[in-house]
């Protein structure tokens, strides 16, 4: 099925590292999609991809759709305590007939607590 | 303005009430979402309108009653839930259904049923 596997499930590190989680899944996906959740907020979008081999920065985050097109990474450069919360990566789920209806397939999301 | 606001931020009802969520976007966008989300799990999706009209239901239980006045607004009528049903429940909206890159969150209501 459309699943997505997103690692690691949860992440503790210090303020000034560098964090790195990624996606993968046995089907093809033509866009990937990386949110960010505070605590009792809504997802946030932070990275859109839309080509295999897309490597795309929005600050101090980096993406990458993968080759394959069944996989991607978001990378955190030095982070920071605000950087705090949950990231979910996503893509369009797709029906019988390969349309996307707007639903979207969330991997099961990477906790990051950061110390400062 | 790429905001979508959601009313109220934290709901409390009994098994017995009748109550509403509401949504509201204007960013012009013609498909509008209902997401249910549990604690540290993903969202997951319950309704998509699209131009107005009910598009998708996903096998939710009749005691969920979406609604969609016009092209901004988006409300969840809720009536003899269970306790089970607690969750933040989110909205989100796209400028066509099917365009995920253009899917915006709300902050969601923080729903408890007692």
């Known amino acids: 099925g459309q699943q997505l596997n997103q690692s690691p499930q949860s992440m503790f590190i210090q303020e000034g590292e560098d964090v790195s989680m990624n996606c993968t899944s046995s089907?093809?996906?033509?866009?990937w999609l990386w949110y960010k959740q505070d605590p009792g907020e809504g997802p946030v979008l932070l990275i859109a991809?839309?080509?295999?081999?897309e490597l795309t920065s929005n600050g101090r985050l980096t993406a990458q759709f993968g080759i394959t097109r069944k996989d991607s990474f978001l990378n955190i450069s030095a982070s920071i305590p605000s950087d705090v919360g949950i990231y979910f990566c996503?893509?369009?789920?797709?029906?019988?007939?390969?349309?996307?209806?707007?639903?979207?397939?969330f991997g099961q999301g990477t906790i990051l607590t950061v110390h400062p | 303005d790429t905001e979508v606001t959601q009313t109220p931020k934290h709901l409390v009802m009994g098994m017995t009430n009748k109550k509403s969520l509401k949504c509201e976007q204007h960013?012009?966008?013609?498909?509008m979402y209902w997401y249910k989300q549990k604690a540290k799990k993903p969202p997951e999706l319950m309704f998509v309108?699209?131009?107005?009209?009910?598009?998708i239901n996903e096998s939710v239980p009749s005691r969920f009653s979406p609604e969609c006045p016009n092209s901004s607004l988006l409300n969840l009528h809720l009536h003899a839930l269970q306790p089970e049903d607690s969750a933040l429940y989110l909205c989100?909206?796209?400028?066509?259904?099917?365009?995920?890159?253009?899917?915006?969150f709300g902050p969601g209501t923080r729903l408890t049923v007692l």
């Open positions: 996503a893509g369009p789920y797709l029906n019988a007939g390969g349309t996307s209806y707007g639903k979207l397939t």
């Open positions: 989100a909206s796209s400028r066509r259904q099917g365009e995920a890159d253009t899917q915006y």
């Open positions: 309108y699209s131009y107005e009209k009910l598009s």
């Open positions: 991809l839309y080509k295999a081999g």
């Open positions: 960013m012009g966008h013609r498909a």
């Open positions: 089907s093809i996906f033509n866009t």
